[in-house]
């Protein structure tokens, strides 16, 4: 019985992938039969609203209460860690904490009530974790990231690689016991899914690496070993990079393949983005300035959307750089995408999906933040903690901040994120 359900639900997929243009407002049926009631998907975006040891707080519940209301059909949490001592910045959720299960619960129903659904991301940061949560770093070589905010990695062990893929899977377990409907992995910004896929960062001679089959194992264990513990009717979902733009490192043509091979697995939604610590495209602005196209385009990866559309099933979100209802309607109409993912202006807006859906010229203020350092701003620290900050200002029902660059709210942002990586480094202790 529910398998012709989810028959009939990949028949109506691939009919409705066929039709040109979608609106949106118009819902989408995914292959696992879930429908989404509109095409707008609020991204992930970190939270840091943890405790310095990796526990759901009630000011989660809070955020994602009022995000319920925000117009977007689909939610993607920022992202969770699958082993609470790699975290990619302090302040993010240890998914595999015993005690959170209760918190998770509350989490996880604050979409009912406006039938939303909400996805958490799975990470594990691998070599991309900072020193100042982590000392010992790990990841498929031995490869430094040239940046003196992460000490150089470890190699995995063939075991430990095993481990880490069980965590994803038992943590996709818990979040769906405790009500969420569908994980999302996070395969891109340069994490351990994405060292494992790039040929720059993965210089393993085992089965894990080498041959493009080999670098793939990683991604394809984990999505396998987590749709075995959580069965055919949950979501699961990607994010990858479109490319690495980093050479010698993961391409578009490997991005592509990707998507192509995770689309025959049955994987239910694609996320597109790029860059990564070293290379931060989508959070610095760098290289979707480099085409007309684009930039008329407003979002960056439309062009490598087109390209990956047209060879899967599954349906494709693009995220990074849509501001406009405009914008987020003219890639629908294009075909490019079958949903616009939107992080930033959610972070100022929280009911920027509504407005979106009301106003046809509705445009979002966000506008880039700099602080004139140029090491601060190559990183994107400005801009992750000062959207960080509005998310926090949400959760407790502040009024957002005006905009603000230069040096000094720069040194106040570092110092925040000095004193959160204490925390985590003491309850360590
Ligand atoms: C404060 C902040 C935190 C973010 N955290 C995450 C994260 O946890 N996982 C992720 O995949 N992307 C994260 N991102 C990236 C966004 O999901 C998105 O890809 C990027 O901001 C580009 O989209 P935008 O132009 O709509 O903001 C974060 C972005 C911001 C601004």
Known sequence: MLE????????????QASKDTANLADPLTLKS????????CKASMNEALATPDGKVTDAHTSLYDVWADSGA????????????????????????????MDQLRKWAATGRRTNTHIWPQLN???????KMVNDAPVAPSVVPIPNEMFAPPRELTDSEIEEIIDRFAEAAGRLQEAGFTGVQLHGAHGYLIGQFLSPHHNRREDKWGGSFDNRFRFVEEVYKRVRERTGEGFNVAI???????????????????????????GIDLIEISGGSWENPVNRKGKQEVKKES??????????????????????LVVTGGFRSSAGMRQALASGAIDMAGVARPFAVDPKFGTHVLENPNHVSPVAPIKSGLKKIDAMAIMEISWYTLQIERISQGKKIQKKADGVWPALRVIYRFWKNGKAVKRVRA
């Open 294 to 315: 684009t930039i008329k385009r407003e979002a960056y990866f439309l062009e490598y959307a087109e390209k990956v559309k047209s060879q899967i099933s599954t349906p």
């Open 73 to 100: 059909s689909l939610l993607i949490t920022g992202n969770m860690m699958v082993d609470g001592k790699h975290m990619n910045e302090p302040l993010v959720v240890d998914a595999l904490l015993d005690t959170n």
């Open 124 to 130: 594990h940061p691998g070599k991309q974790s900072p």
């Open 33 to 40: 039969g879930t429908v989404l009631r509109n095409r707008i």
């Open 239 to 265: 994010k990858i990079n479109s490319s690495d733009f980093q050479k010698g490192g993961f391409t578009e043509a490997d991005s592509i393949e990707v998507a192509r091979r995770l689309d025959r697995l």
């Open 4 to 15: 012709t359900q989810h028959a009939q639900a990949r028949q109506f997929h691939a009919d």
